[in-house]
């Protein structure tokens, strides 16, 4: 890539002249030169100077433009890499703490048998932040849930994965006698539960917002204390007694380990929820423009297989 567009690109993501050049180790008047160029080039203005900078239609056609050629550069080099074996490489993974906690002790030692000697980086964040991690080139792949339709996305819905409430014993028959937790089996109306304290997940991540969708929908007001990212604090909390959580069930899996060393009081029930239909497609996602080596291939479907086996324990 020319140093015009990489200039450009520091820009776009900076969104200041003054930081970019600092980025960039040259002076201001010398980024400035580099944007007027491109101007005069391809005839149209990038950014609007005033009354702060700001990307015009021609600059958003440009930054989209040229982060898909990065991904191809960077496409190309991790295939001449491994072109010869396709057992030596590097790649970059996206995936939420929780589902990283559970997959991945699950599928690297079946893929370090293979591939020994390839590089994996893995980052961590909601389906939300991945998704422009990726449109911007910083990841090669990630694991998401219920991910946009992005025409520059290729994916491959993995699983449906189903919400489930998580409530300790002793919280349980503080507020129910036993023949609602007998009925709760067979789905816990969550009406039922408005006085009970809950933890639930942050509003930017995909769990919460299908949880919230069906709280509306059903004029619910769960009384929430606490906001929590992660499915292992959820358990945590749970199992001190001080409030009951809404979780997906594939990340339940250590509920049962749980449940098996401790007193009846902090062990955990886990109940389907009533009527409760909002899916979480599980998707792994990769930019259409990159190509998968073979490392990439099997470690993807590594992550399918365990993936596949998490949705039916």
Partial sequence: MKPGFS???????????????????????CVSDHIHRLEQEYNAKLFERKPHLKLTQ????????????????????????????????????????SRAQIILPRVLPKYQETFPDVQISFYVNDTIVLEQQLLEGNIDLFLGVNTSQNPDFSNISLADDHISLVISDKLLRQHFGNKDIQAFEHGAELSKFEEVPFSLYYSTGAVNKVISHYL??????????????????????????????????MLLVRVGEHNAWVERARQLHIFPVQDFDEILRIDLVWHKH?????????????????VALLAIE
């Fill in 58 to 97: 021609a600059g958003e056609i440009m930054l989209h433009t040229l982060r898909s050629v990065g991904i191809l550069e960077q496409t190309m080099e991790k295939s001449l890499q491994g072109i010869s074996s396709g057992t030596k490489g590097a790649f970059r993974v996206g995936i939420s703490t």
């Fill in 216 to 249: 509306e929908t059903h004029r619910l007001q769960l009384t929430t204390n606490y906001h929590i990212s992660d499915c292992d604090t959820h358990i945590a909390l749970c199992a001190s007694g001080i409030c009951a959580a809404l979780c997906p069930r």
């Fill in 290 to 306: 990159t190509a998968l080596p073979l490392y990439m291939r099997i470690f993807m479907e590594l992550v399918r297989d365990e």
């Fill in 7 to 29: 200039i450009f690109l520091l820009v776009a993501e900076e969104m200041s002249i003054s930081a970019a050049a600092r980025r960039a180790f040259v002076t201001q008047q």
